[in-house]
């Protein structure tokens, strides 16, 4: 269990220039998820997919942001013409789904993205 | 997914039981009770759940009241590296339990 990974850890951009993010699951989870963290809040969710398919998008997923996951492994997330607001710690998290709350989700060390 | 209430911060004296509490009074007969931690800067980490027994890992261990309403996260000893943010979450069981719904947790220093 090599965990959830997450690149690059750390993304300074200008804004209105593109970025993305990549993230690893646990080998074999089928379940993958996006969160968005702010300063002094909790993780919000963003996305998720089960396999390749992205079965629900958060309303804090603006037409900018895009998140893909071929071929049911790896994901990415990409925002495009990035904005001051878009500055947080960008999560991933994997789980399976057996389809109960036995299903733990684990969560990445995260993105940090700083937009200026 | 029923919501919890949650101390936003908590002090601990370094080597002593650190008992985190969590009310969830709404919440369903189907619905596990999850902890997770958060240390700055770094992804969320899972540490225990359960549904209606007492649990204990080598992390913690979870004590959820007979009526399901409020919970105890139970650190037995804790140390400086168990500063951190922590989240009291409910999650349903079946249908559509894919994601976590995170408050704003609590917030325990461990003091030397």
């Known amino acids: 269990d090599t965990g959830v990974s997450q690149n690059p850890r750390h993304k300074i951009t200008k804004r209105g220039q593109n970025v993305t993010f990549r993230c690893d699951p646990i080998s074999e989870h089928n379940r993958l998820y996006w969160y968005r963290q702010t300063l002094g809040q909790g993780p919000e969710f963003l996305t998720y997919f089960q396999n390749e398919a992205q079965l629900e998008k958060s309303r804090l997923l603006s037409d900018r942001f895009s998140a893909e996951r071929p071929k049911g492994s790896f994901s990415t997330l990409e925002i495009q013409r990035t904005e001051q607001g878009d500055s947080a710690m960008y999560l991933c998290?994997?789980?399976?789904?057996?389809?109960?709350?036995?299903?733990?989700?684990?969560f990445g060390e995260g993105s940090w993205l700083t937009v200026v | 997914d029923a919501k919890t209430t949650q101390p936003p911060s908590m002090d601990c004296a370094e080597g002593r039981a650190a008992n985190l509490p969590c009310n969830h009074s709404?919440?369903?007969?189907?619905?596990?009770v999850y902890w997770y931690r958060q240390i700055h800067s770094q992804g969320p980490q899972y540490i225990i759940h359960?549904?209606?027994n007492n649990e204990t890992n080598e992390m913690a261990s979870l004590i959820i009241t007979e009526d399901r309403k409020s919970s105890t996260l139970i650190l037995p000893h804790a140390t400086l590296r168990d500063t951190a943010v922590y989240y009291c979450i409910v999650r349903v069981l079946g249908g559509s339990n894919y994601k976590l719904t995170f408050g704003k947790g609590t917030l325990l220093t461990v003091n030397p």
């Open positions: 709404t919440i369903s007969g189907n619905e596990y």
């Open positions: 359960g549904l209606k």
């Open positions: 998290a994997s789980s399976l789904a057996q389809g109960t709350a036995r299903n733990t989700i684990y």
